[in-house]
Structure formats: structure tokens, C-alpha cells
């Protein structure tokens, strides 16, 4: 009889802290490796560089919003040549030579409804670069 109590018990007990549990791990999802990233959503902006291509390497673009490059004194081409992140028809970035310090502003991302990765192919100062990335898909 004692057996059964005790059993009956935690039985109970089990049922009634599973829910409890479960609501607590639900809210717990984290990336292998046990991180979790997030990203805030704005206007992103990239430097130019000889050797890197760019800093940062990869751009995190939410919808509506512009990658600016900073050029740095150099000259600079980039060119999209699968899939392309922004509104309006694709198109290559290029600078004007006779203002080496100004910028370029790209249209704003378009939403493809999940995280897309976006590679491009960048020349700076008619040299090829590593291939940088944007990554689109928030809102």
C-alpha cells in the first residue's frame, strides 16, 4: 500500500513539473555550439579593401534596407552574377574614378522569405578580391 502511495506520488509530481519543464526548454533553442545570433535590422555599411575585399566580410541585410561601400581611395567593381539581393533590376556596383573617397549606396534589399545567401563577384583597383556575401531574408 505504501508502494503505491509513493509511486502515485510521482507519478503526480512528474506530471505536474513537465509542463513546467517544458516551457522552460521551449524558449531555450540555441545553435550548435550553444550560441545564438541575432542581427539588428539596418542600413549596413562595407569597407573596400586590397586585400579582404571587405570589412566585414559578410553583410547582414534586412528588407528595405541599403549597403553603402566605403571605398577608401580605391576603385571597385561588384557584380552579382547568380542571385540578386536588391529591388529593381540586377545590376553591377561600380565606382566613379574621378571621385576615388565618395561611396556607393545600393537600392534597398528585397525579402526573399528565408535566409538567402547572396555571393558577388568584386574587383578593387582592377584586381579580384575573396568573394564577399551578403545574407538577406529578415524583416
Known sequence: MLASQVRHRSILLFALALPLFLAACAHQAVAPGGTKESFVCQDQTVGVDTVDGTSPKDV??????????LLNGNSFTVHFPKKYPFEGAPQDFTNNPQKP????????????GTLVVYHYD??????????PQIVGGGY
Open 60 to 69: 547582414y541585410l534586412c528588407k528595405g534596407y541599403t549597403v553603402t561601400w
Open 101 to 112: 573617397n565618395d561611396s556607393v549606396k545600393s537600392p534597398p534589399a528585397k525579402y526573399a
Open 122 to 131: 568584386m574587383t578593387v583597383n582592377g584586381k579580384p578580391v575573396p568573394d
